[in-house]
């Protein structure tokens, strides 16, 4: 893994591109659940019940789909002439970090605006919706270094994209699964942080969130130390 400062000399034309097309997702999602869905609701029965659930689980989906269009960028990581080329004005120390970080962002500046529109959870205020934004932001991109690594050593790329989608589809299925199935999610940093996100008691969200911190900071130094 390469050390020191970095500076991407590529201008910062192409990263504008990559933000806007970063919203496309967030923006879509919120008009499905705040004028689309309701209508369905009105023309096919109540369902508004399930708006919680729904909203939770796409919410979910903004790092994964954020995640998609970097690859399609050409920006696997290990292709460092393609890395070296992107993002033209960041100067953090290390690429990894540097990537970790503005994708961190990215996915944050999705995620918050996608919350405070839909309203997903109604009963819980701004902290903790900037509690969730800052958890799910930052965990998108550690845990998906982890699958950028593996895509790097194995050469299955379609295949570990094709099955990546596991990861976001954790949250409906942790939410939906009792005793003892949601065990197979506990490996899931989204899964805890989704709970983090809907349980009442301040300890238990705390709580919740520090482990999907916890298990995204071990995929991290795991993509870190293989080789």
């Known amino acids: 893994m390469e050390k020191g400062f970095m500076f991407y000399n590529s201008g910062s034309r192409g990263l504008c591109g990559f933000f806007l097309r970063s919203l496309i997702f967030p923006a879509a999602a919120s008009v499905f659940l705040t004028l689309v869905f309701p209508l369905i609701c ?14 939770v689980s796409l919410v979910f989906f903004v790092p994964w789909v954020n995640w998609l269009l970097t690859e399609s960028n050409g920006t696997v990581a290990g292709n460092e002439e393609a890395a070296n080329r992107r993002y033209g004005f960041l100067w953090l120390p290390g690429r990894y970090v540097s990537e970790i970080g503005l994708q961190a962002g990215i996915n944050i500046a999705g995620i918050l605006p996608m919350i405070l529109v839909t309203n997903a959870v109604a ?7 900037f509690y969730i934004t800052l958890l799910l932001g930052c965990s998108g991109p550690m845990v998906f270094s982890l699958l950028n690594r593996i895509m790097l050593l194995t050469g299955h790329r379609r295949t570990i994209l094709l099955f990546s989608v596991i990861v976001p589809l954790s949250v409906p299925l942790g939410l939906v699964l009792h005793h003892p199935f949601n065990y197979l999610d506990f ?23 520090l482990n999907g911190g916890f298990i995204s900071v071990i995929c991290s130094l ?5 080789k």
Do not use: H, K, Q
């Not at 009105?42 to 909203?55: E, P, Q, V």
């Not at 709970?195 to 008691?201: G, L």
């Not at 795991?222 to 293989?226: P, T």
């Open 187 to 209: 490996v899931s940093p989204f899964y805890w942080i989704s709970w983090s996100w809907i349980v009442t008691p301040a300890n238990e969200s705390l709580f919740y969130g």
């Open 123 to 129: 009963s819980e205020g701004w902290i903790r919706s």
């Open 42 to 55: 009105d023309r096919f029965g109540s369902c508004l019940s399930y708006y919680t659930f729904i909203a």
């Open 222 to 226: 795991i993509s870190m130390r293989m």
